[in-house]
DNA sequence: AAGGGTTTGTGCTCACAATTACAAACCTTC
DNA sequence: GAAGGTTTGTAATTGTGAGCACAAACCCTT
């Protein structure tokens, strides 16, 4: 059975409402409830758990604990995942620092930058490498994970190396319309992207129309 | 005529291909040639294009330059866009410091903070405010666009202010399921929420099976 | 000026995703 | 243990977007 891209799309969302609700110390929670939490429709999110078995109970809703235990499963979020940063910059350095990560399962192993001066710096318990080493270093030390915070012009070309390295999924910064071969995974931020989007909406409604930009 | 929102995003891409063609001297570009470069099919292109006008000369194509204004002119990139931000810590300092908001026309114009020690500090041209002074300078001083990059827990706090200042595009960076009023705009960047779902084919796919994630 | 080669714009078809709607299952209370 | 009130899981329907295919329009060459 082949999942819809969309459906595994949301799914990280739900674990998100799950994982605060049991902070709350939550047991259940209806499929209604989430939706408004979430600004999902209860059938949507019915529909798209049903993609993948049975977890609720009629009349009642779904145990927390266990649909989140569940949903890891099966994003495989119950595991360590080892991840780089390529360009140690302004934004680089932002990703280093950035707690959002790690208790996720998403562990920062490898710095790497070109700049002599960032080279052998120390930052958050990891030395920054030189980008020269980048190839020889993750042939014999895999991740699983390349986040690219590089410049746009060499980032094509750090792609097809972190590629060539085994590395199958990718987030990229870089603006501009990377390619992979089938088998790697890539997704993209692009903030200015979602800036001009806006810009149309903006532009084209006289203060106060309907119809909120899909996000 | 309502424009499917699907449509609107991809404009900005686009936009930014055309921009590359033309610094490279080109002329004239094919729909075919455009989705290659993109990664997506010339009639997606051409149906795209084809809600706004007719641009193209048939057996030509598009011409780079005329496209490229009229894309502007659509999207409302022909102006100026005031910008705020909202918290400058590690992310908020790497987007004061991002140089590719300006050339398209994106202006920071003012950054507010809670943290005593920032307060008052100049960074790139701009002295960053006291977040208590949010509302009093915007109502002052309106932006149309307010980037937040607070903490999680006080993001949807700034964000009901952030409206009821009369900011109708707001980009978001915090990891929180934000709510805006109809008639308000709003993109979240997940770069959590992106590693989560490539997480899923990183566990289900033995190592090459095509179908890439949507990016 | 005619013919061959391109490429656009768009009606039509198909695929897929969201929503609706309801039977089945469950809990609680009396 | 029966009745009333919820909520799930899913079959059926609706809605929407992507791709196909082709006539019309254009360029260039001879
Ligand atoms: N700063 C932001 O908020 C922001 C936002 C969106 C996108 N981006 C994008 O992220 C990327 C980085 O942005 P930034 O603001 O941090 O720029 P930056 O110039 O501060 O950082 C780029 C870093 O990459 C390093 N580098 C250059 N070549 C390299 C190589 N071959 N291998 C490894 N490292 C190399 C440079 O030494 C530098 O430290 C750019 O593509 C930018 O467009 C940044
Ligand atoms: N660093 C990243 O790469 C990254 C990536 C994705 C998302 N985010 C998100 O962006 C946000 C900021 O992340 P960060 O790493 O910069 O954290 P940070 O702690 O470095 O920065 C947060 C800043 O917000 C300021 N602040 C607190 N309350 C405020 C208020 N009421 N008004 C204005 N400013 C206030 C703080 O003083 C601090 O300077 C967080 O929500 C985080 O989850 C960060």
């Not at 429709?41 to 758990?49: S, V």
């Not at 959002?100 to 710096?121: L, N, S, T, Y």
Request: aromatic content about 6%; overall charge positive.
């Amino acid at each position: 059975m082949e999942i819809p891209p969309v459906v595994i799309d949301r799914l990280p969302l739900y674990t998100r409402a799950l994982s605060t609700l049991e902070e709350e110390g939550r047991d259940v929670v209806s499929s209604q409830e989430l939706g408004t939490l979430l600004g999902v429709t209860p059938a949507q999110i019915r529909k798209d758990l049903s993609y993948f078995g049975r977890f609720g109970k009629q009349g009642r809703g779904y145990n927390v604990r266990k649909l989140l235990d569940e949903l890891h499963h099966i994003l495989g979020l119950d595991r360590q995942w080892r991840m780089a940063v390529i360009g140690v910059g302004k934004l680089g350095l932002a990703i280093l620092g950035y707690e959002g990560f790690g208790p996720q399962g998403f562990r920062i192993v490898e710095a790497f930058d070109a700049d002599p001066k960032r080279i052998g710096q120390r930052i958050e318990n990891l030395t920054i490498r030189a980008a020269n080493d980048l190839e020889k270093t993750l042939l014999k030390n895999p991740v699983d994970v390349g986040i690219v915070a590089v410049p746009a012009g060499i980032a094509q070309n750090v792609i097809d190396t972190l590629v060539k390295c085994g590395v199958r999924a990718i987030l990229s910064y870089a603006p501009i319309p990377a390619r992979v071969p089938p088998g790697v995974y890539l997704k993209r931020i692009e903030p200015v992207l979602a800036l001009q989007s806006m810009a149309y909406y903006l532009k084209n409604s006289p203060r106060s129309t309907a119809a909120a930009a899909r996000s």
